[in-house]
């Protein structure tokens, strides 16, 4: 290479506009993904078919400042710190009431038609009503055992927010 070759390929012809780039991109990144939007991998079973473990989502972090959770969002939901989270579907709101009946959820005295459950098992679940602050919360993989399934009860503070794609 020539002399300033090598330089040249890295930083390119004008080096403080590619340093420039290089901060913009790096700035832009950390406010999209520590504020915007949140990458989560899919791990476990308990949403499969919907997302399978390994498939990456995207959940947006700000969605719930400017609307309300909605029935049927696909959820992140806030565990322990600021990253551990379970991806779930939102099937009920507050003052709502749920149970389960040989496997099919129940929403205020109705049985829900769910086309994304593809595999099922008998769950049984007493009518629960939901508090002021309550949303319930499933996986759509319902053919675990109902003991080995995380769900239920989530508070509005705990939703981080839904998922974009």
């Given at each position: 290479?020539?002399?300033?070759?090598?330089?040249?390929?890295?930083?390119?012809?004008?080096?403080?506009?590619?340093?420039?780039?290089?901060?913009?991109?790096?700035?832009?990144?950390?406010?999209?993904?520590?504020?915007?939007?949140?990458?989560?991998?899919g791990v476990g079973v308990?949403?499969?078919?919907?997302?399978?473990?390994?498939?990456?989502?995207?959940?947006?972090?700000?969605?719930?400042?400017?609307?309300?959770?909605?029935?049927?969002?696909?959820?992140?939901?806030?565990?322990?710190?600021?990253?551990?989270?379970?991806?779930?579907?939102?099937?009920?709101?507050?003052?709502?009431?749920?149970?389960?009946?040989?496997?099919?959820?129940?929403?205020?005295?109705?049985?829900?038609?769910?086309?994304?459950?593809?595999?099922?098992?008998?769950?049984?679940?007493?009518?629960?009503?939901?508090?002021?602050?309550?949303?319930?919360?499933?996986?759509?993989?319902?053919?675990?055992?109902?003991?080995?399934?995380?769900?239920?009860?989530?508070?509005?503070n705990r939703l981080i927010?839904?998922?974009?794609?």
């Amino acid at each position: 290479m020539t002399r300033g070759g090598l330089g040249r390929v890295i930083a390119g012809r004008n080096p403080r506009r590619t340093a420039l780039r290089v901060l913009v991109l790096i700035v832009g990144a950390y406010v999209v993904f520590g504020y915007l939007l949140m990458p989560i991998r899919g791990v476990g079973v308990s949403m499969e078919p919907t997302i399978e473990e390994g498939d990456l989502i995207f959940v947006n972090q700000v969605a719930y400042r400017f609307r309300d959770p909605a029935r049927g969002d696909i959820v992140a939901v806030r565990i322990a710190g600021r990253s551990v989270v379970y991806v779930k579907r939102l099937l009920a709101l507050p003052g709502d009431t749920v149970a389960f009946v040989d496997g099919v959820l129940w929403r205020n005295g109705v049985p829900l038609d769910e086309p994304y459950v593809t595999n099922r098992a008998a769950w049984q679940l007493d009518e629960v009503t939901l508090g002021a602050d309550d949303y319930f919360v499933v996986g759509d993989n319902r053919g675990m055992a109902m003991a080995q399934h995380e769900f239920g009860t989530a508070t509005r503070n705990r939703l981080i927010g839904p998922r974009i794609f």
